[in-house]
């Protein structure tokens, strides 16, 4: 079988963790459409402006090649299809995903729209006949589908719903058992954050938090950090100031921080596999792949309660923080001082469940254990390719 992909996204994190290459005897190739190229020529214009001028998000999530690339299925993550080539999505919080609906679960109360023609096509594209499944990473995703379809006609919203399954990314075990490790003011325990988007991840809170927990009530405990310290204009409303901030607060700190500013991914696989406890205190994440790969290391991981987080973590793998959010489970952000409160949650719930693990350190390899059983039973490579197969095979029925 064979299986198109946009070229523009072979080297993309979220199709290498959950559509390439997943099954052995598919061959997978890339494909381009009319908008992959609309998509290249608003970022080359933008560039030669100096501004964004043409917007690319919607360019991003929608394809139409006139059928003309000879695959017999496509898979799209976030994306939908007009053609009539069988596809199939992965997604990660809605489809359609336009830039007009994306944001509606974001703040207290949830948005609700009209059906315009950008939205009615997308609708119709997805409860066509040539859309063969709708995946869900989470069933946080799929609660988000459900609640955006309640806005639109069964002719559109029920088809959506007959075609979309759950569909947890697979994860490969990193570790064969967890060590019991011994732990002491010359043998630290450990603490890792992965994450470029630094602030939105929690990185300010876990700086603040570890610089007193170390400086003042003087915990043995030490600190890696991976990231680019990455802007976004979205949950955390970083600015340079921030990041001058938090290299300032690194190079202060380097005694017991460690960091780098990017590692190739097995560099940062090796790094978690000598870590003892993960740190994702999260703002805004739509699944945490970081997780997973911490808990395949059998580290167990202190997150936010937010979205897929609770699916993968709870307090007999790792730590949940629990913080303000909506009914859909995001997190409150959108004011100074919703991310005011967000912070102060995350700052205190995270100091008192470091000074936890330091008083009882023995729990770190308890729960590590109970996290990489975790990953065994319902992250497994093999059940995820065969559920794969059984959607993919509708694609060969109809050839």
């Known amino acids: 079988m064979k299986i198109g992909i946009l070229s523009y996204r072979f080297d993309y994190y979220p199709y290498l963790r959950n559509i390439l290459h997943k099954l052995s005897e598919a061959e997978y190739v890339a494909v381009n459409d009319l908008y992959s190229n609309l998509r290249r020529g608003a970022l080359f214009a933008n560039r030669r402006l100096g501004k964004e001028l043409f917007q690319i998000f919607n360019l991003n999530n929608q394809f139409e090649d006139l059928d003309l690339n000879r695959v017999d299925l496509l898979h799209f993550f976030n994306g939908i299809s007009y053609g009539r080539t069988p596809w199939v999505t992965s997604f990660e919080t809605i489809v359609p995903r336009f830039a007009h609906l994306v944001t509606r679960h974001h703040g207290k109360e949830i948005a609700h729209g009209g059906l315009n023609p950008l939205t009615r096509r997308g609708l119709e594209a997805l409860a066509g006949k040539a859309c ?9 995703a799929a609660l988000m589908q459900k609640d955006l379809l309640k806005d639109y006609p069964a002719e ?17 075990t990193l570790v ?5 490790r011994e732990y002491s003011a010359e043998k630290p325990i450990k603490f890792i954050l992965v994450g470029a988007a630094f602030f939105r991840k929690g990185g300010r809170e876990v700086l603040e938090v570890f610089e007193k927990l170390v400086r003042q009530e003087k915990l043995p405990v030490r600190l890696t950090i991976v990231s680019s310290l990455r802007i976004e204009n979205y949950a955390a409303q970083e600015t340079e100031e921030d990041v001058a901030w938090a290299r300032a607060k690194i190079a202060e700190n380097s005694d017991w921080i460690e960091y780098y500013s990017e590692l190739p991914n097995a560099d940062t696989l ?18 945490g792949f970081s997780v997973l790969e911490l808990q395949a290391c059998g580290v167990p991981v202190i997150t936010t309660d937010i979205r897929a987080l609770p699916e993968i973590n709870n307090s ?6 629990k913080v303000p959010k909506n009914a859909l489970g995001e997190a409150l952000y959108t004011t100074a001082e919703e991310r005011e409160a967000l912070s102060q949650s ?17 729990q770190i390899a308890v729960k590590g254990t109970a996290a990489l059983e975790r990953i065994r039973k319902e992250h497994d490579p093999a059940a995820y390719a065969d559920a794969l197969r059984q959607v993919y095979g509708l694609a060969r029925q109809k050839t």
């Open 270 to 287: 090796t790094l978690m596999r000598a870590a003892d406890v993960g740190l994702l205190p999260s703002y805004a994440d739509t699944y």
């Open 316 to 321: 007999a793998l790792g730590w949940l923080i």
């Open 156 to 172: 559109y919203a029920q088809p959506i719903l007959d075609k979309m399954r759950v569909l947890h990314p697979p994860q490969e």
């Open 346 to 362: 995350i700052r205190s719930d995270l100091a008192q469940i470091v000074r936890d693990i330091a008083a009882d350190p023995a």
């Open 176 to 180: 064969q058992e967890v060590i019991t």
């Open 132 to 140: 063969l499944g709708i995946l869900a990473l989470s069933q946080s």
